[in-house]
């Protein structure tokens, strides 16, 4: 059975879709960009400030569901330019795989365009 996660702290869903999934004891995110969750605006800033907004959105979504940032196990990464790569990944590194953390296993590809025109968009699998 599935259970849909939802939390005001992280961008309202902008079609008929959940911010994410629970099944058993694994959570499946939708994709999140850069968008303030107050006012469903894309943010202002280059890739590193786009990569954290999105990352501070799974963030909210994951512990509306009871799980966090290091029970992470795959991510999916969205880039409209792999140029930015370098500049994405350095933030990515912070939230993701700081000291002591396992990473989790990713996926980078870049994108003819993003939802909002977005530099980059993230999803992610974690555990509960």
């Keep these: 059975m599935k259970t849909a996660v939802s939390t005001p702290k992280a961008p309202a869903a902008i079609g008929p879709y959940s911010q994410a999934v629970r099944i058993d004891n694994l959570l499946y995110t939708s994709g999140q960009v850069a968008l303030d969750p107050a006012t469903g605006q894309l943010i202002s800033g ?40 370098a500049a994405m990944n350095a933030v990515y590194g912070r939230y993701l795989a700081p000291e002591g953390v396992v990473a989790p296993a990713r996926s980078t590809v870049e994108v003819a365009r993003l939802p909002k025109d977005a530099l980059v968009e993230i999803e992610v699998i974690a555990r509960l």
């Design 46 to 85: 280059g890739i590193a400030e786009q990569t954290e907004r999105a990352l501070e959105n799974l963030k909210a979504v994951l512990e509306a569901a009871g799980s966090s940032l290091r029970a992470v196990v795959k991510t999916v990464v969205f880039l409209k330019d792999m140029n930015d790569f």
